[in-house]
């Protein structure tokens, strides 16, 4: 297991389906120049979604040798498929930045606090569940799509005192802009610790 120097830091972006956790840490990422570390998924890629991008998409088999060769820091199943974390990936996404990211579920942001104390912050990204009904009828989500987001709502949304940051993502502008001042603060408090 890669073991972080004094100054890095994991972020880990947790909360429900359709939260819209992935774009608010994309665009935090990207604003603040830190690496996303992609996890690896044994589900279907959805239509608007790209393989190294998104998620490494991989076989079952695939999955089952890297987990048998102990490949994975985090990996989890989630209604028979099956995600995980490569701490190689980890390793090397620390080669170019003190600061890493993940988008993780509440059972994968768990298990990386549980390895990485407070090395890892865990920010929830959330928005009521009608809301989220509302902005995926837009995008013309299917019903059964919208279902499979539902499943874990509530049991997702328990998760949200375990986390030091929680943003209800009421717009994505403010919340993006109020999520990349809060971890400028981390990112910053190095920095003068080193004057």
Not at 45 to 64: M, N, V
């Amino acid at each position: 297991m890669y073991q972080l120097k004094e100054k890095e830091m994991i972020f880990v972006f947790t909360g429900p389906d359709g939260s819209g956790r992935k774009t608010v840490a994309d665009m935090v990422g990207s604003t603040l120049g830190i690496n996303k570390v992609l996890s690896y998924t044994t589900r279907a890629k959805r239509p608007a979604e790209t393989d190294g991008q998104d998620y490494h998409f991989i076989s079952e088999d695939e999955f089952k040798r890297a987990l048998a060769n102990d490949e994975f820091i985090e990996a989890v199943e989630i209604d028979g498929v099956h995600y995980g974390i490569k701490d190689k990936d980890i390793e090397e996404m620390f080669r170019d930045n003190d600061f890493i990211y993940l988008i993780l579920n509440a059972e994968g942001a768990r298990m990386l606090k549980q390895r990485y104390g407070e090395k890892v912050t865990r920010l929830f990204i959330y928005v009521d569940r009608d809301i989220i009904i509302e902005r995926q009828k837009e995008l013309g989500v299917s019903d059964e799509v919208l279902d499979q987001h539902f499943k874990h709502y509530d049991e997702d949304m328990a998760y949200m005192p375990e986390c030091k940051h929680a943003f209800e993502n009421m717009d994505l502008a403010h919340t993006v802009f109020a999520v990349t001042n809060v971890l400028e603060q981390y990112m910053s408090r190095d920095l003068l610790e080193k004057d």
